[in-house]
C-alpha cells in the first residue's frame, strides 16, 4: 500500500490524479499548510524538504511531481500513462512535466514565496514580484499554448501523466490574474480534465479529507 502525502490546491493534486488513474492501491494523509504541518517533526522525518507531495513506497519515499508521476506510470505500466516502450517519447514526457516543474511552478511561487529569492524585509522587491506574475505565468504558459500542448492532450491524441500536472498547475491561472482569452488550448485542456470522473475525485478526497492530527 502507497503512502501519500498531499496538501490541498498544490501540485500534489497530479499525483493524486494519477494514482486513481493507475487503479494504484494507496491511502493518503492530508496536511495543513496553515497549521504549518509541513514543518512538523513527523512530516520532516518523512520528507526534509518540508514540500509535498511525498510518497512512500516499499522502497523508500519519493518526492518531487515529476519523479512521483513517472514512478506511477511505470509502476502500473497496464494503466498506460506513459510511452514506457519508446525511449524519445518518454524522455519527451520527462521534458514537459519537468519543464511544469523547473520553470512554471518556480515562476509561479514568486507571487507567495518571494522570500526565497530576496529577504522578508525587501517589500519594494517582493511587491515587484508579484506585480509582474500575471504576465510571466502568461509567458510561461505561451510556451505551452504554442509549442508544447500537441492535441487534445499533451502528447497528442494519447492521456499521459502530463496532463494531470499541466491541468494542476493551470488551475492557477486564474488566481494569477492572467488573461486566460489568450490560452485558448490550455482552457479547453482544463476544462476536459474537469470533466474526468479521476479528476473528480481526487479533488473530493481532497476536499473532504480531514487533515493530519
Known sequence: MLKFYYA?????????????????PYETVRLSFKDQDQRKPGYLAVNP????????????????????????????????LAPLDDPFALAQVQAFNNYLCSTVHVTHAHKMRGTRWVDPEDTAALDAMKRKIPVSMLQVFELIENDMLKGPWVMGEQYTICDPYLFTIAGWLEGDKVDMAKLPRVSAHFARMAERANVKRAIAEQTSEPALA
Open 49 to 80: 524538504k518540508g514540500r509535498v507531495p511525498s510518497l512512500v513506497t516499499e522502497n523508500g519515499v519519493l518526492t518531487e511531481t515529476p519523479a512521483l508521476l513517472v514512478y506511477i506510470a511505470q509502476r502500473f505500466p497496464r494503466a498506460n
Open 8 to 24: 490541498p490546491n498544490t501540485c500534489a493534486l497530479a499525483t493524486h490524479i494519477a494514482l486513481i488513474d493507475a487503479g494504484a
